[in-house]
């Protein structure tokens, strides 16, 4: 069965440092990963997606993720933080192959908070 | 574009009221359709997931249901609701080409 952990429910930075946000997968066939992002009291909002084809992928936002199936990781990054990041964000997974229906695995959020 | 709307956007019900919530996507056509609650300071569970008019499937035990009338609109139900409904309930789709799947604004449900 598939799962995917993140790595911290909570990571404050201060503004303009470097935003990591951890995600570990375990999927037994290649994966789609996906991150989204969630405001207070909005629905989760797509910030990318990786689908097999180049392993570091651009977002929304000024975020990227690198895919590296040596460490089934997934992990989320922007150079500089602002504000606006402040966020809950959610790394998910779909396999690939069989029959799942769409269905995705999410981890169980990260609360991003920026300070001044 | 695609776009997926729900309401109400909050909602304060008793306990043992009956609850529905409505969720409608634009602009596609044979979506897969997905129920999560959010319950505070939990993740993202998800409740029903629909493949078609008609075809419903459950994830969890509970005290919901689901049902898909037409293409593009997926309902929320419930004959009497628990406290342990509250919570914030997002409706998604996606195409079932690239799996990304899009979320609705959510509904805030409070049962008291």
């Known amino acids: 069965a598939q799962s995917v952990t993140q790595l911290g429910s909570h990571v404050s930075v201060s503004e303009g440092a470097l935003v990591l946000l951890r995600c570990n997968y375990s999927s037994s066939v290649p994966p789609y990963l996906f991150w989204y992002v969630q405001y207070p009291n909005q629905g989760l909002q797509l910030l990318l997606k990786y689908t097999s084809a180049a392993t570091l992928v651009k977002g929304i936002n000024g975020f990227e993720a690198e895919f590296k199936k040596s460490e089934t990781s997934f992990h989320l990054t922007k150079p500089s933080a602002h504000m606006s990041d402040a966020a809950e964000y959610f790394c998910a997974l779909h396999n690939a192959g069989g029959t799942s229906y769409g269905k995705l695995t999410f981890g169980q959020g990260t609360i991003l908070t920026v300070h001044p | 574009s695609q776009t997926i709307h729900q309401w109400p956007a909050t909602l304060v019900q008793p306990v043992g009221s009956p609850l529905s919530l409505e969720c409608t996507v634009e602009?596609?056509?044979?979506?897969?359709l997905y129920w999560y609650r959010q319950a505070a300071g939990r993740g993202l569970q998800l409740l029903f997931y629909s493949v078609g008019i008609g075809q419903i499937s459950s994830e969890v035990p509970q005290n919901l249901s689901a049902s898909r009338p037409q293409d593009r609109q997926f309902i929320l139900s419930s004959k009497k609701l628990l406290l342990s409904d509250s919570g914030f309930y997002l409706c998604?789709?996606?195409?079932?080409?690239?799996?990304?799947?899009?979320f609705g604004p959510g509904t805030r449900l409070t049962v008291t």
């Open positions: 998604a789709w996606t195409s079932g080409r690239s799996y990304e799947q899009y």
């Open positions: 602009g596609t056509s044979n979506p897969n």
